[in-house]
């Protein structure tokens, strides 16, 4: 009976373990709201970069959006530079990749 307990717990240790490596492997979401400071949509139309001044620290940080839902409100002009953006992006190989992006105000 003691042997299968320690078998247990020495394998509950190792998955934990195992788990404690994958875990810090995956992208970092991060929310944040901002002001438009600078907007490049590709010439394709199928992304769009956009520079966004976090209201709280004040950085820029630019972030791309590739969602056809956002792309056609950049088309349409119904966001444009100066306008305070709502944003969830995912920080993944070295880019922030948009998740969420719409108006504080409401679109």
Do not use: W, Y
């Amino acid at each position: 009976m003691k042997n299968q307990l320690t078998l247990f717990a020495a394998c509950a240790v190792l998955l934990l373990s195992l788990f404690a490596f994958v875990i810090p492997a995956s992208a970092e979401d991060v929310k944040m709201v901002g002001t438009i400071s600078k907007l490049v949509v590709a010439p394709d139309g199928k992304s769009a970069t956009a520079v966004l001044k976090d209201t709280k620290s004040g950085q820029e940080v630019t972030i791309l959006v590739t969602d056809e839902l956002t792309l056609d409100k950049f088309k349409d002009k119904r966001i444009v530079e100066g306008d305070e953006i709502r944003c969830k992006f995912e920080k993944l190989d070295g880019k922030n990749d948009s998740k969420i992006f719409k108006k504080t105000a409401g679109c």
